[in-house]
Each structure stands twice: as structure tokens, then as C-alpha cells.
């Protein structure tokens, strides 16, 4: 169903209202952790670039924090040099066809990490991690060009208004958009300008306009309108943009969330408060040290002494009456007050509350010594324990969606010809990835111990295990390639020569004994 101009602005303008309650909360976070992707201070409404926007930041700590939190997570989840997710058979795959539609889907997860490594998807996904340690990351994924078949872009979210639908998910994005008129046609071949852009294409054609970016779900039909509108000065809204997609080209993920709540709360939401205490307990900390620097002194002066005029500031001198009696120092230093132990102490518990929240203070820091195996299972163990449920999260709202949409464009651009749904039924993603793996080692472990308990059994035990399947099972879990295992084809070929060898073994004559039928 195609909504008009106006019922479009509506929706917008009811969604950017319930934004705006989370502008405090977000402009705090982003100016104090993120100030390099703070759109608050009006950059975004026409402010000039290149100006330096962590002049109130006095402590690091948070802002090198983050980096490490999205590095932490980019190689434990999409780690750039490894494959991260398997496509395999849905539940409603029949077993007979099982091995041959789990082969085909390979090939299929194959070209899609061939095709994602020719695109800017590490870049992107960087830059979403860095959101998402606020609360909210959101991409948007559209078709590109032969040298770069998908474009993946992180938004960032102070331009962006999100809604959900009754299961939580989030179903429609709205963004806001400023755009140079001359790039409006080419960004969108098939934009419809109203006269009032093609008047200003004409007169004006780097003139930046904001224009409004909808894509809202169908509900009933299951796929997506793609809306961009124009509101003039005399607010008259014109849709230049429609398209109908089968999949969202947004990817928006929240780290944790309160229900009620559209927007994500994230670790950098949960230390705000120590942030901000550190950060003014290091601002006082760099006056007094500068007091300690400079100094502060008082001189004898017979006048009269008027308070207004003193100011405490490095090498400030404070005319006073007397320096201790009449025959006191004419000048001396004023006695300074703090304890500069207590502070330290005071900053170090800060800093450690903040790079715990911000899942930075697992095991001995990173060094530039080679890490063994064992260190690195032993770090995405305690990462994917740390993360808990955002792990199952960062799944659903960014793994599952992300894949889906990159394989609907590899689809449309004849680069596959995905014949099944990844819905879960017909196939599905698993996660492969290190920090996947780390959380699998347990049921891997759980397993190999039972059938090491079984094979102890005697014939009793081993008769109750199905070697071939935990076999499989251990693969999947370990994400080991299908082309790097044996078919049950193959497995059958396997038994039948092992059996054939065993039979000719127990045919051959022993060693020092005649023949058979020989005396």
C-alpha cells in the first residue's frame, strides 16, 4: 500500500517527537565518548568541518574505551580475514536431500564472503560498532556497481527516528537527509522533481536541501516502502522517490533495551556516570596542578583589599593587608588545599568501573607479544560471557538481517540464484565466527565427554552413540567447511572397503603356520 505525501509527514513527525526525549541522554554520550561522530553540535545543519569537537574531554579513557570495545567486537563477531556466518538446511529440509542442499548453500556462503570482501564492509562495520556502544547502530545496505556490488553505509543515529512493531523489531526508518540538488538524480535515476527543485537545480545546483527518507514495512505483504519526500518553505510535501522492496536496506541494532523503549542502551549509557565524574574530577585535577605550576601568592598591601577583583588563577597575586603581623613576608605563596594521592586513587577506580562496562579489562592487557591459541579461546570465552544476552541480540537485529539483505541484492544483480528462503525453514544462518565458536566450545566439550564416558561402556555404551552424527554436529559448531568432510556417500564407500580389508586380514595365513589344507 503506498501512503500519500501527507500521511508520510505525519508519520515522520510523529516519530522524530519521540526521539527527541533521547537527544539529552545520546548528545551526553557522544560528546564525552564519541566526540569524532558527534552530530550535536550542528555539524550536520551546516556546520563548518574540521573543527576539533573533544575540547571538553579531559579524560580518554572512554573515548579509547569505545574503539576497543567495536575492535573487540568486530573480531570476535565479523572478523575481516575469516568467514563469520554458515548458511545451512532449515528444519522443513526433507533428510534425503539434506546433504545435497547443505552443499549447495556453501557455494552460496562462499560467493557471499567473495563479494563482501571486494566492498567496504569492515570499514562500515566499524563505524556501527562505535554506535552501537552507545545504544544504537544503524546501516544501511544498497546495491552498488560492478567494482562494488553492495554499498554498506553506518548512519549514524542522531539522523535517524526508529519504530517498532508489535514484536519488538524494529520496522520503519526514518531519516533525515541533506543532499546537494545536483546529486538528487543521481543518487535516485528515477526522482520525480517538483518545479520548485528543478527551478533551484538550475539556479543553485550545490544548494543543500533536507529531504525526508522513509521505509516503511507493509504490514500483510511483507515487503517495504521506500519513500523520499520534500517539504518546501511553504510546506508543501512532494514525493520525488517510491520503490518497493522485498527486504528493509536497514540493519538497526540496539545493544540492550528497556521495554517501551525504541532506542538501545549501551555500555557507554551505563558508565555515563563515571565518565562524566572523571571527567571533571581530571578538569580539577589539571586546574590544581596548574595552581601547583604557577602558583598563587598574597602581597602586602596598605590599601584597602576589594574581594571583587581577586581572581584565583596561576601566578595570580592577591594584595592583602598583612603577611602574619607587621613584620611578615611581603610576598608568599598561598597554601593550597586537595590531596593529590586520594585523587589518583579516586581516578584509577573510576577509569577500572569504566573499562570493565565497556568490556575492556579481560585477562592481562593486549601486548605486542605473539598470543598463543589458548589466550585467544580464552578472551572470546570471557567476551561471550561478558556479553550475555546482547550476544543473542547482535545476532537477531544485525548478523541475521545483514546476511538476508546482502543476499536479496547478490539475488536481484544475477550474481546467485538463491532458490530457498532464509527464513529458518528452508535455511538458515549459524554464526561461525570466534566469538561463536568461544560460546560453542562448551556443548563441543559436553559432547566428546559423553562419548569418551559411552566408549568406556564396553559394546553397551559405544552401541548407544552415534558416531557419524556428533561427528557433524562438533563440525557445525567448530564451523568447519562442508567441502572439508566426508559424504555419507562416501562414508558408506569408506565402511564397506574398511570391512573388506578387516575380512582379507582375517583370510591371510598367519605368519609361520602352513596354509590351510597343508600338513
Not at 533525515?176 to 527543485?197: F, H, S
Not at 532458490?419 to 563441543?444: C, F, H, T, W, Y
Not at 559432547?447 to 566408549?455: E, K, L, P, S, T
Not at 572439508?484 to 582375517?506: D, F, G, H, I
Request: aromatic share 6%.
Amino acid at each position: 500500500m503506498k501512503l500519500t505525501p501527507q500521511k508520510l509527514a505525519k508519520r515522520y513527525k510523529a516519530a522524530w517527537q519521540k526521539k527527541e526525549s533521547w537527544r539529552n541522554l545520546y548528545e551526553q554520550c557522544y560528546q564525552y565518548a564519541l566526540p569524532q561522530r558527534n552530530l550535536y553540535d550542528g555539524y550536520h545543519e551546516g556546520g563548518q568541518g574540521g573543527r576539533v569537537k573533544n575540547l571538553q574531554v579531559f579524560d580518554s579513557t572512554a573515548v579509547h574505551g569505545v574503539q576497543r570495545f567495536a575492535n573487540r567486537l568486530q573480531s570476535g563477531l565479523f572478523p575481516p580475514d575469516k568467514d563469520w556466518m554458515d548458511l545451512i538446511p532449515g528444519t522443513e529440509t526433507p533428510p534425503e536431500i539434506e546433504e545435497e542442499v547443505r552443499s549447495g548453500l556453501q557455494n552460496y556462503t562462499n560467493k557471499f564472503f567473495s563479494i563482501i570482501r571486494q566492498t567496504n564492509f569492515d570499514l562500515a562495520m566499524g563505524e556501527f560498532l562505535m554506535d552501537l556502544s552507545v545504544g544504537t547502530g544503524i546501516m544501511l545496505i544498497q546495491p552498488g556497481d560492478d567494482l562494488q556490488p553492495i554499498r554498506f553505509q553506518a548512519i549514524p543515529q542522531y539522523l535517524c527516528a526508529l519504530e517498532e512493531g508489535p514484536n519488538g523489531t524494529v520496522e520503519n526508518v526514518y531519516r533525515n537527509m541533506r543532499v546537494a540538488v545536483e546529486n538528487i538524480e543521481q543518487i535516485w535515476p528515477e526522482a520525480e522533481l517538483p518545479d520548485v527543485l528543478k527551478k533551484l537545480k538550475e539556479d543553485k545546483p550545490q544548494e543543500m536541501i533536507n529531504l525526508q527518507e522513509s521505509t516503511i514495512l507493509n504490514v500483510g505483504d511483507g515487503d517495504y516502502g521506500y519513500y523520499v519526500c520534500y517539504k518546501s518553505s511553504d510546506d508543501e510535501e512532494s514525493m520525488i522517490v517510491y520503490r518497493a522492496l522485498k527486504t528493509s536496506p536497514w540493519v538497526c541494532s540496539r545493544f540492550s533495551k528497556i521495554s517501551g523503549e525504541v532506542m538501545g542502551r549501551g555500555p557507554v549509557v551505563s558508565a555515563l556516570g563515571d565518565i562524566l565524574t572523571l571527567n571533571k574530577a581530571v578538569e580539577l585535577l589539571l586546574k590544581n596542578a596548574s595552581l601547583n605550576i604557577s602558583g598563587v601568592y598574597t602581597a602586602v598591601d596598605d590599601g584597602v583589599l576589594n574581594p571583587q577583583t581577586i581572581r584565583v588563577v596561576p601566578g595570580a597575586v592577591i594584595p592583602v593587608a598583612s603577611n602574619g603581623g607587621p613584620r611578615g613576608a611581603s610576598l608568599q605563596p598561598l597554601p593550597r588545599a586537595g590531596d593529590l594521592q586520594l585523587t589518583q586513587i579516586v581516578l584509577q577506580d573510576l577509569r577500572m568501573n569504566i573499562k570493565r562496562t565497556l568490556l575492556d579489562d579481560s585477562l592481562p592487557p593486549d601486548n605486542m607479544s605473539a598470543r598463543s591459541a589458548t589466550e585467544i579461546v580464552e578472551r572470546m570465552r570471557e567476551l561471550a560471557t561478558n556479553l550475555g544476552s546482547a550476544f543473542g541480540r547482535l545476532i537477531t537485529e544485525t548478523m541475521v538481517p545483514l546476511v538476508r539483505r546482502s543476499m536479496q541484492i547478490m539475488d536481484e544483480a544475477g550474481l546467485i540464484n538463491l532458490p530457498l528462503r532464509i527464513n529458518g525453514l528452508e535455511a538458515r544462518i549459524i554464526p561461525v565466527s570466534p566469538l561463536a565458536k568461544a560460546q560453542n566450545m562448551d556443548d563441543v566439550q559436553d559432547v566428546m565427554q559423553w562419548a569418551q564416558i559411552a566408549a568406556g561402556m564396553g559394546p553397551v555404551g559405544q552401541a548407544t552413540v552415534k558416531m557419524d552424527a556428533i561427528s557433524d554436529y562438533v563440525a557445525d559448531k567448530l564451523g568447519i567447511p562442508i567441502e572439508l568432510r566426508t559424504s555419507e556417500e562416501e562414508r558408506m564407500e569408506l565402511e564397506k572397503q574398511m570391512a573388506e580389508m578387516m575380512q582379507a586380514q582375517m583370510q591371510a595365513p598367519v605368519e609361520g603356520q602352513p596354509p590351510q589344507g597343508e600338513v
